[in-house]
């Protein structure tokens, strides 16, 4: 019933930027929060971000004071400005949404990523 679409990744060089997007779609009553992950060769996938629907937001030590997560309700997505990349950023990004489609039913969705890579 709802599915979450990314996109904005690509090839950038260290220092650069990239704004990724996540787009939710489907039956929608509300969202509940919408988070950010990503996933490295030979790593395990790892919280980058959050932000909820009072936009509380936190991030992984790793991208503070770098990264930047903010939503727009009235287009069911969430954007993740990515500054000053580095190598170690490179992975395949994930937006994951807890959407509400019911007065009690929520649904964990994923988008299928998008890849960023950071190289010079």
């Known amino acids: 019933q709802v599915q979450v679409v990314e996109s904005g990744g690509g090839l950038v060089q260290p220092g650069g930027s990239l704004r990724l997007s996540c787009a939710a779609s489907?039956?929608?009553?509300?969202?509940?929060?919408m988070d950010w992950y990503r996933q490295a060769p030979g790593k395990q996938r790892e919280l980058v971000a959050t932000?909820?629907?009072?936009?509380?937001?936190n991030y992984a030590d790793s991208v503070k004071g770098r990264f930047t997560i903010s939503r727009d309700n009235a287009k069911n997505a969430v954007y993740l400005e990515m500054n000053s990349l580095e190598p170690e950023d490179t992975a395949v990004y994930y937006c994951n949404a807890l959407i509400r489609i019911s007065t009690t039913i929520f649904r964990n969705t994923w988008g299928q990523g998008t890849q960023v890579t950071v190289s010079s």
């Open positions: 489907g039956n929608i009553f509300s969202i509940y929060s």
């Open positions: 932000i909820t629907n009072d936009d509380s937001t």
